[in-house]
């Protein structure tokens, strides 16, 4: 069975993403750049601080570690993105194989499943699923509707009598 043909619209979305994702991954690598040149061009005076000062010191050089470890995992997340976008998977979601809505690849560029396969993804990493979860079952069957409202959910939950 082949993959559907991409709509022009949204090859065209698909082109302005991973244009946008190259830039983004310029700019986190010139931002890496600048903290490691930074980090290295401080002065590492220790007797003339205090410990306040040493605390302070410590803090922020622990802050800018983190900072860094975050830079280079969005560089992987980005250079992922751009592997599938080569691989013509870009905006498919790995766990259902549906589109991924445009608004969550804008909001996400890197986003590798659909809002409501994340969601799942979510409650099991916290503990939150269960297999007999009817919520689960009928979104996997007939798809989730945010706006329906919690009577239409109830009605569906109790038998009719």
């Known amino acids: ?9 949204r090859r065209d979305f698909i082109v302005k993403a991973s244009q946008h994702l190259k830039t983004m991954r310029i700019a986190l690598i010139h931002e890496l750049a600048s903290d490691i040149w930074a980090g290295h061009s401080v002065s590492h005076d220790g007797g003339s601080m205090d410990s306040g000062d040493l605390a302070s010191h410590e803090l922020d050089q622990h ?22 976008m080569d691989e013509s998977n870009y905006g498919v979601c790995e766990a259902c194989g549906l589109e991924i809505a445009e608004q969550r690849l804008i909001a996400m560029p ?23 979860d009817i919520e689960q079952e009928r979104s996997k069957e007939f798809g989730s509707n945010p706006l329906e409202d919690e009577s239409s959910r109830e009605s569906m939950r109790s038998p009719r009598g």
């Open 63 to 84: 802050m800018s570690v983190l900072l860094s470890e975050r830079e280079r995992e969005r560089i992987i997340e980005i250079d992922r993105a751009l592997k599938r």
């Open 110 to 132: 890197f986003a590798q499943r659909c809002r409501d396969c994340q969601h799942d993804e979510e409650r099991k990493a916290k503990g939150w699923y269960h297999d007999n």
């Open 1 to 9: 069975m082949n993959k559907p043909l991409t709509s022009k619209s």
